[in-house]
């Protein structure tokens, strides 16, 4: 679906030295970026602000010409068949609106229908489904200047999947919505990846879309590519440790000698054990009847390491 | 072609929401028309300049009080402000033709100004003043003459806007070009009225198809043809360069914004 090889794309700034003088210099956004998404697949790009994430999304859907390498998106070259790929991709950026501002919901799907030059049937189908999914029905009607961030968006994510698109791309879909919202809408997205076979490539700061929507994770920091695969490998092999947190029935010392445990830390008096392994030394399963061989455990959690430290080693490791 | 037909019909209905900005605008429009009138009446008031009597005068003043509105004879924001908060990512990807879309727009504009900006102080002028009205033949011509001086301005108005990819700021951009209009364009005062040597200069530039051609096809100055020759040639010039100049943007320049 998406076929990116040594993608580079320079930016010339200029800067004012003296009264008169300018100096230009060459930035570059993007550097050498390789990877490939297949249809269906469901990827997060994620990186620290600036990275070059949206700079990519621009060059995908055609809207920059990249100043070198390759690139393909469903078959052809987003910048020479620009229109032919926009009828076929969906994108959402969460921070921008494709919608018309002054009219209502409804219109400005009309409108997007006439623009992609939607068949009606398919259409209507389409519409009614997202409308259903999505609960757009109290607010269809509202001019789009009138609705709220977390409506606005529902309404955002239905105008880019109106054509019916094989790959939907989206620029931080979930910023500055609330839990509900954001919740709401990541159900529907994992609905539409899963049943619908629709390709998502996802560009998030929210750990959580990446964990929720995104087998498969990459990783860029100034312009390259850290890391590419699945969520699980990257976590093992940056973040090997997970954290067994046990409660105790009654206060108990001395659980940093059990097989396999790397450092423990003890809350409540002893009540409540922080045991640190690594799946390479032990099972999760054989340290917890290690554990109960020497106490009565009142209850227990397996903790694995959150996304964002992960993107932060690899970060470090550079 | 359907779907920007849908735009402009869309472009019609969202001016057509502002009804308090439309009659805010219409009262300005009346009472500088009036300014405008009581200085040229007292100019005129000896005896005609270069043919303009008191009702070529009364004529010129509201016609082109109307089609200023409809026109638009300064440099708007709108694409400018998209460039710069960087929402023209949305723009660029959509599958039209940007010029041709924001053009689509803009004919809807238009449509709701001859109702809204046009008809009212045209008619205002025909009621409290003399006024020339021209002969039924020359309609259509003035019709072709306002749809040119519309495509010339929205022309320009999107080079002025485009430029904000390299400038960012542009605000001095658009004030020099607000000012160039309305004195070349024939707002101020008729172009007849500049001396001999400076009309070819400024019937070279392209401000007076913008203006004072549609008011001369009304007033029935001369002959019409090389006036609208004149106006489809800059329609088509401008048209162009804007379409190199998006396209060297695309190339170019960052397009702002995350």
């Known amino acids: 679906m998406i076929e990116v090889r040594d993608l580079r794309r320079e930016f010339t700034l200029t800067t004012k030295v003296g009264r008169f003088k300018r100096k230009k210099h060459t930035v570059r956004a993007v550097d050498s970026v390789s990877f490939d998404i297949a249809a269906g697949e469901a ?22 010409v990249p100043t070198s390498g390759h690139v393909r998106v469903s078959g052809v070259d987003p910048s020479r068949a620009r229109r032919d790929l926009a009828r076929r991709i969906g994108v959402v950026f969460g921070q921008r609106s494709q919608l018309w501002w002054d009219l209502p919901l409804r219109d400005s799907f009309d409108l997007l229908r ?25 607010f269809l009607d509202t001019p789009v200047r009138q609705l709220s961030l977390g409506q606005r968006m529902r309404g ?3 105008a880019a999947l109106l054509h019916g698109p094989e790959l939907l791309v989206l620029d931080e879909p979930t910023i500055g919505l609330d839990l509900e919202s954001k919740e709401r809408l990541r159900e529907f997205l994992a609905e539409l990846n899963t049943q619908r076979g629709t ?14 929507l995104c087998p498969r994770l990459v990783v860029i920091d100034r312009g390259t590519v850290l890391a590419d695969g699945p969520l699980d490998e990257l976590r093992a092999e940056v973040a090997p440790e997970r954290v067994l947190v046990v409660d105790l029935e009654k206060p108990t010392e001395g659980l940093d000698d059990l097989p396999g445990v790397t450092t423990t830390r003890t809350e409540l008096n002893g009540l409540r054990h922080h045991l640190t392994f690594r799946r390479a030394d032990t099972t999760a399963a054989a340290l917890i009847s290690a554990v109960a061989a020497r106490a009565e455990v009142h209850d227990l959690v397996v903790v694995e390491p959150e996304i964002d430290d992960v993107v932060r080693r690899l970060y470090a490791r550079r | 072609m359907r779907a920007y037909a849908r735009l402009a019909l869309a472009g019609f209905r969202r001016y057509s929401t502002y009804r308090q900005a439309m009659v805010a605008g219409m009262a300005t429009n009346v009472v500088f028309g009036l300014l405008r009138m009581a200085v040229l009446a007292v100019a005129v008031a000896p005896g005609p300049i270069v043919g303009y009597d008191i009702a070529t005068v009364a004529t010129y003043v509201w016609l082109g009080q109307g089609l200023m509105s409809v026109v638009v004879l300064y440099a708007d924001k709108h694409l400018a402000e998209r ?14 033709h940007l010029q041709r879309a924001l053009f689509a727009d803009d004919l809807g504009r238009t449509g709701y100004a001859v109702l809204v900006r046009l008809v009212p102080p045209v008619a205002f002028g025909a009621l409290f003043f003399p006024f020339r009205w021209p002969d039924v033949s020359a309609v259509p011509l003035f019709v072709v003459s306002t749809l040119l001086a519309v495509t010339v301005s929205f022309g320009m108005r999107f080079m002025v806007n485009a430029i904000t990819f390299w400038l ?10 607000t000012v160039t209009t ?14 001999d040597w400076a009309k070819p200069i400024l019937w070279s530039t392209p401000f007076p198809a913008m203006l004072q051609a549609p008011i001369d096809v009304f007033l029935e100055h001369g002959s019409p043809w090389p006036i609208l020759a004149n106006q489809a040639f800059w329609a088509v010039t401008v048209f162009v360069a804007g379409h190199v100049l998006l396209g060297r943007a695309v190339h170019k320049v960052v397009v702002q914004g995350g």
């Open chain 2, 182 to 195: 309305w004195l070349l364009c024939g707002l101020s005062v008729p172009l007849t009225f500049f001396p």
């Open chain 1, 199 to 212: 390709t998502l490539l996802l560009t998030t700061h929210d750990l959580d879309d990446i964990e929720r």
């Open chain 2, 168 to 177: 960012l700021d542009n605000r001095g951009v658009h004030s020099l070009y």
């Open chain 1, 43 to 64: 990827v997060g790009y994620v990186g620290p602000n600036g990275a070059g994430k949206s700079t990519t999304i621009k060059m995908l859907t055609g809207i920059l």
């Open chain 2, 83 to 96: 460039i710069r908060n960087g929402d023209v990512v949305v723009d660029l990807y959509r599958p039209w």
């Open chain 1, 114 to 138: 006439a623009i992609y030059r939607v068949p009606r049937p398919d259409y209507e189908t389409r519409l009614r489904e997202c409308v259903d999914l999505l609960e757009l029905g109290p």
């Open chain 1, 156 to 158: 955002e994510v239905t």
